[in-house]
């Protein structure tokens, strides 16, 4: 069964970074794709940034591009999130996400409904 664990969240000042971790247990991820989305409160969740397992193409929301870096480590099979210049917006509950990798592209991997495998987040608080 796959499974997620989050982690490298936490409060950060306004302009800091974090770097988050995102553990895949279960299964072989060779064909599978990774996501990271984020869910402030009263808000939908929002797609942020995904790479494939296999090539290690990523794809970014528009609105993290240059700030944020999404990488994996095969090895560890572990996905991690940079996140650089952080503003007070980007406080939210971030999560990681997988899915056999459809092949498609943007829109359809940036739609929650894309995902099947989730981890239970982790709460990144930036201070003004």
């Known amino acids: 069964q796959v499974q997620l664990v989050e982690s490298g969240g936490g409060l950060v000042q306004a302009g800091g970074s974090l770097r988050l971790s995102c553990a895949a247990s279960g299964r072989t991820f060779s064909s599978f794709i990774m996501a990271w989305f984020r869910q402030a409160p009263g808000k939908e969740r929002d797609f942020l940034a995904a790479?494939?397992?296999?090539?290690?193409?990523?794809y970014y929301e528009d609105s993290v591009k240059g700030r944020f870096t999404i990488s994996r480590d095969n090895a560890k099979n572990t996905v991690y999130l940079q996140m650089n210049s952080l503003k007070p917006e980007d406080t939210a509950v971030y999560y990681c996400?997988?899915?056999?990798?459809?092949?498609?592209?943007?829109?359809?991997?940036?739609?929650?409904?894309?995902?099947?495998?989730w981890g239970q987040g982790t709460q990144v608080t930036v201070a003004s």
């Open positions: 790479i494939r397992w296999g090539d290690g193409s990523t």
């Open positions: 996400a997988t899915d056999r990798d459809p092949t498609y592209d943007i829109p359809y991997i940036s739609r929650v409904r894309a995902y099947d495998y």
